[in-house]
């Protein structure tokens, strides 16, 4: 029966496409789970906001661009160590702010220097001072950012040289403006998404700042004392 044959050419036709299409699937949803399987290990992925110098960095899965831990670090220490209006205040409630962004280490090292400094009423250093810090416009080169460590193949730690005027006053009165390079510690931290969006960490100095000779730089006051 000519009839039947085509309806059973056309029943055989469709399981045929069915076939195929959970055969499809199947190999879908496989894809799928293996991707998906290596998405907890995969922590971030940075995609630098700009570039620094021009330069753009191949963004691979795990892996912190040089551009973005110096701009981190930058930001951060710049922005930590202003004090506008009383750095026996300041210094203290800066660390507090910051506490996310900072190794347990680098913060135990904060407060010590702070009650260093502080002392009393009579003897304070920080009473009444001031502090800014401003970047020095230099070309960007890889050497501001060296890689110290890895993990899994990728970088983990790094050092950062980044370059600072620093000007502070005393009820007014300037007593300091030097220019340094501070070069700055840094680590991969899991931590808080809310208060450490970045994944890093300032984890202190590898060594003390270095004082860099400028024709402008002005030698006045207290300039000896420590300038960390």
Known sequence: MPGFETREQNLSAIIRVLGIVILSLIGLLAYQFYTFRDVGKIE??????????GRVDRVVPGVMQKTTVYDFTERTFQTMHRWAYNGAEEYEKNIRKFEDVLTPEYMAFLRRDFKRRLGNEVSSELQGRTRMMLPIATGWNENRVKVTSTKNGKPASWVVFIDMELIEKLKGQQVKHLYLRYPIKVVLQ?????GNPW??????????????????????????????
């Open 190 to 194: 899991n931590g808080d998404r809310e």
């Open 44 to 53: 971030f992925v940075d995609i630098p906001a700009h570039a620094i110098g």
């Open 199 to 228: 994944f890093l960490a300032l984890d202190g100095y590898q060594s003390d700042p270095k004082r860099l000779e400028k024709d402008m730089d002005k030698v006045t006051g207290d300039n000896n004392e420590n300038f960390l």
